[in-house]
């Protein structure tokens, strides 16, 4: 059984910190990682992929891949009150018919003003 | 360029009723997924086309639901009879894939129906 694994939270941080989030997946033929961002009541918005071992950074959001160890971790700089939603993180293989993803539960991220 | 579209947005039945979703996934998008999300999870697939053709199903309730793409293009999700526990929000999600490496399923979802079984 393919799993995808997070802190449910909540992850509470003051305006302007920077907001760490992490994800473990069980399956190592795992070749594509997003994250995705979820506002209550409303449906997933891709916010990251990442594809290769390191650092990936996109604006305020660096996405961080490590297969080795099976974690791949988002990280949002100076916070705002805005990026208070909950936060997806999925793993899947590569396209073709191996293209569905496995997604966590989530975690709540609440950045207090 | 437009969104993936679906309808419709909430849906209220009772049990034992039947009911019926569509999606129409973004323009060129050969590959068409239908998710369920139950509060407080994360969606879990429940069927996967590529064109008209499925790919995956492996955790669709078949007994109670059935989904279709005839024309490869938009796709409806039916459920008969539903249950209590079928109350979630569907979700229509789209992906253009190519073939072998480097065809990453980047996939995008449209706005969810959300669904109440009393």
């Known amino acids: 059984q393919k799993e995808v694994e997070q802190n449910s939270g909540p992850l509470s941080v003051p305006e302007g910190a920077i907001a760490s989030l992490n994800c473990t997946y069980s399956?190592?033929?795992?070749?594509?990682f997003f994250w995705y961002r979820q506002y209550s009541g409303k449906s997933p918005e891709l916010i990251m992929s990442?594809?290769?071992?390191g650092d990936k950074e996109d604006g305020r959001f660096t996405a961080q891949l490590n297969k080795a160890s099976q974690y791949v971790s988002l990280l949002i700089r100076d916070s705002q009150p805005s990026d208070s939603a909950t936060y997806l993180c999925?793993?899947?293989?590569?396209?073709?018919?191996?293209?569905?993803?496995?997604f966590g539960k989530g975690t709540k991220l609440s950045v207090k003003p | 360029e437009a969104g993936v579209a679906q309808s419709p947005r909430y849906k209220i039945i009772e049990k034992r009723q039947s009911v019926a979703f569509w999606c129409n996934p973004i323009s060129g998008h050969a590959t068409l997924y239908w998710y369920q999300q139950i509060l407080g999870q994360g969606p879990k697939l429940l069927i996967q086309f590529q064109n008209n053709g499925v790919v995956d199903d492996s955790q669709l309730p078949k007994d109670r639901f059935s989904a279709e793409r005839l024309k490869g293009v938009d796709s409806t999700l039916k459920i008969q009879p539903a249950k209590l526990e079928d109350s979630a929000v569907y979700l229509c999600a789209s992906s253009f894939v190519g073939q072998g490496r480097g065809s990453y399923n980047e996939q995008f979802f449209g706005p969810g129906t959300r669904l109440t079984v009393l």
């Open positions: 999925a793993v899947g293989n590569y396209g073709g018919s191996q293209g569905n993803l496995i």
């Open positions: 990442i594809y290769s071992n």
């Open positions: 399956d190592r033929g795992s070749q594509s």
